[in-house]
């Protein structure tokens, strides 16, 4: 038995972002989130003040609000958005401790990301960081147990620029970011209705 809340719409959770204010990974993280919105999800947004807030993870150790808000999240959520900047060909440490945090749902009825769908976001100042991050992002989803959508955005910041307004200076790279949420969205809604039909 699923032990999730059921809303009049399904939450979509997107966690992302870097320790610099108004990062490029976290405003490409709101324009997916937008886009989960605009197709019927409920959306929040840990970006990455949020996730500069968490403490180093350690198994068993007393959790702080923070923690456990991120933590009741994801458990009720029907889907995931995960955004991480290429450090060094990967994910950052400070997305991976975000992450790392989801062992707090190792003993639930409905175990990490097991059965949501994830979608993924990768950016890097080159192309090469892009797409091994997104490799690493779709691993870590699959070692969660959850479905990683069929598009992910890989998106090389050297060529394209993110403004306040929430605006991308490139419109293909804005309609990838917008296919991820869709398509995270879609399968939510899928989800949220089968649950209500049982």
Known sequence: MDSRPLVARPLVVGLGG?????????????????????????????????????PLYTPGAERLPGEVALVDAIRCASG???AS????????????NAIDLL????????VYLADLSVGVIATAYGWQAAGSTVAALRAIVHALRGWPTPYA??????????DAHGGC?????????ALVGRQV????IRDHRARIAA
């Open 18 to 54: 870097t320790t610099v204010p108004g990062s490029s990974t976290e405003r490409a993280l709101a324009i997916a989130l937008r886009s989960a919105a605009d197709h019927g999800a409920e959306t929040l947004l840990f970006g990455g003040a949020d996730l500069a807030a968490l």
């Open 85 to 96: 900047p290429g450090y060094h060909g990967s994910v950052s440490g400070l997305v991976k």
């Open 169 to 177: 200076s490139d419109p293909v790279v804005a309609g990838q970011l």
């Open 185 to 188: 969205a879609m399968a939510a």
């Open 153 to 162: 955005a890989a998106i090389n910041s050297a060529e394209c620029r993110f």
């Open 103 to 110: 062992e707090e749902t190792a003993r639930d009825e409905r």
């Open 80 to 82: 995931v958005v995960i």
